[in-house]
């Protein structure tokens, strides 16, 4: 028994890996519980906002758009259901809002083009 | 006449020289042991293929074992590894003797092919789970303590540090991490090799529906077993890019040697979650990963050779490493159990066992077990929590253990 290590050198190493894997993991359950903390109270402010699901005959127009607001929502519409119609399955379109903008068209094309196969 | 004997002297030259000659001339001594192994490696080929073990990693060690056991006339050409370190390696390289599978090796023994692996695995893996309950950490903390408690077991059977700390992380559960840091821990010197541990590694993780389930059974209580719990809360996908990138700062400013694994996994997590580099992402966990498989399996399957292979220090790992399964699992467990109290019943036990990092095999076995007491119980999500965490905790052990193991003297 114990011929090639020590038993104490055995116990040493086993308590301080013990004791290290715990504490690293504790800091990160700590890092990340402060995490939910931070995105509970981002989604609080949110959640007081009325719903914005409407049926389209009732979608209320946004308030930057300055042309005719039906002829936008229905090319809009007719846009995103020409792209989902390969599946067969029936669409309707309920709310249409605008995105928060984070990339700009042009950072998103050239992801897009970075994205596409080799042999297209 | 002279042309007959000539003939003759050919052929008999010819038989003497083939694998069949000269495991005969031999047989006593390394002969029967190249037989031996070659029917292991027909059996674990079986196992991968018909049984399905682990197939993506025991079908390449297999036949790494099968070649390396083939006998050859001039040892120095066969397909077995021939060094045991990188200095070894130098000395080979000059004599110029370098074989396929010693070339392949390299990259066991420089460490390189299990980090590009978890690169593969940090972009399949979802991190979501944990994000939203990260108080699975704590079942994935908890479940490596097998790691340590096999570590003790080697170290009562007579192993030394470097040996103990390379069987004691079998009870990781992860393939990758075990070669890792037997590649690095293991010399010329050890009695074991890494083939061993890889083939127990393997064997075990592929046996966890099997080893699991009545060491759930036998912790728990059937009220433990069907608490049903409370939906995970949604990620965002800031949390899930902040992620990878704090948890590789975190660990790798406290411990550096869990640097390199914990630093792969988290590349390739952050690839699969910032959505700009779909293509890298795709090719880490598809193309790149396959290529690293095919050759960190044949080559560490290549050190398996009979004299290395065949000894008693082969049935010690092979018995350590089911301890090391089971204590991983019992603790995980027993720790999911104080959680249930804490909590005031919350936390289902069984997902504590899914910190053994067989993803996603253990979390299944979570399931499976829970859908026992309650059809109802949809605990997979759950368990993923935990599951995951075992990697980056297994990973951490890992680093422990190559940081504490070489400097230790008996």
């Not at chain 2, 031999?26 to 490696?41: E, I, K, P, R, Y």
């Amino acid at each position: 028994m114990f011929s090639g290590i020590s038993i104490g050198n055995t116990m040493l190493i086993t308590a301080s890996g013990i004791v290290i894997v715990f504490l690293v993991l504790l800091l990160l359950i700590i890092i990340f519980a402060l995490f939910g903390l931070f995105s509970k109270i981002k989604s609080k402010p949110k959640d007081k906002k009325p719903a914005e699901v409407k049926p389209i005959t009732k979608v209320q127009p946004a308030a930057t758009v300055q042309n005719n607001d039906d002829e936008l929502i229905a090319v809009i519409s007719a846009a995103a259901l020409e792209y989902l119609s390969d599946d067969g399955k029936t669409y309707a379109v309920r709310s249409i809002k605008r995105s928060k903008g984070e990339r700009s068209p042009w950072a998103t094309a050239g992801i897009l083009q970075n994205n596409s196969s080799f042999t297209k | 006449m002279e042309f007959l004997t000539q003939f003759w002297d050919a052929i008999l030259k010819l038989v003497n020289e083939s694998g069949i000659g000269v495991m005969v001339a031999n047989f006593t001594s390394t002969g029967w042991q190249n037989l031996v192994m070659l029917g292991v490696a027909c059996l674990l080929i079986y196992l991968a293929i018909a049984k399905g073990f682990e197939p993506l990693l025991l079908l390449p060690i297999a036949f790494g074992m099968l070649l390396a056991n083939l006998p050859f006339m001039n040892p120095a050409e066969n397909l077995a590894v021939h060094y045991h370190d990188i200095p070894g390696f130098v000395e080979l390289f000059k004599t110029g003797d370098v074989t396929l599978i010693d070339m392949l090796y390299l990259g066991v023994k420089a460490g390189i092919y299990p980090p590009l692996i978890f690169l593969g695995v940090g972009a399949m893996t979802d991190f979501g789970p944990l994000i939203a309950n990260p108080k699975s950490f704590i079942l994935g903390a908890a479940a490596q303590i097998g790691i340590f408690a096999a570590f003790i077991g080697a170290a009562l059977l007579g192993f030394n540090a470097l040996e103990a700390g390379s069987i004691g992380i079998i009870g990781g559960a992860d393939g990758p991490t075990a070669i890792y840091v037997a590649s690095r821990l293991l010399n010329k010197d050890s009695s074991i090799q890494v083939g061993t541990i890889a083939v127990a590694a393997y064997s075990y993780m592929a046996l966890v529906p099997l080893i699991q389930p009545p060491i759930m059974r036998l912790l728990t209580t059937k009220k433990e077993r069907s608490v049903v719990m409370e939906q995970l809360r949604p990620v965002s996908k800031t949390e899930k890019i902040l992620f990878p990138i704090l948890v590789t700062i975190v660990v790798s400013l406290i411990l550096p040697s869990a640097a390199s694994l914990v630093g792969m996994l988290m590349l390739g997590n952050l690839m699969r979650e910032s959505g700009v580099v779909d293509r890298l992402s795709k090719t880490a966990q598809n193309e790149l990963m396959n290529i690293i498989v095919i050759m960190l399996g044949l080559s560490v399957g290549a050190t398996t050779d009979g004299p290395s292979f065949l000894k008693l220090e082969t049935l010690k790992v092979v018995g350590l490493g089911l301890f090391a399964f089971a204590m991983g699992t019992a603790f995980g467990v027993l720790f999911g159990k104080i959680m249930y109290l804490f909590t005031g019943g919350k936390i289902n036990p069984l997902i504590g066992s899914a910190g053994v990092s067989a993803v996603p095999m253990a979390a299944r076995v979570s399931q499976k077990v829970g859908q026992e007491e309650n059809p109802g119980n949809f605990l997979l999500m759950h368990a993923m929590g935990p599951n995951v965490a075992g990697v980056i905790g297994s990973a951490v052990a890992a680093g422990v253990l190559l940081s504490m193991c070489p400097n230790i003297n008996i």
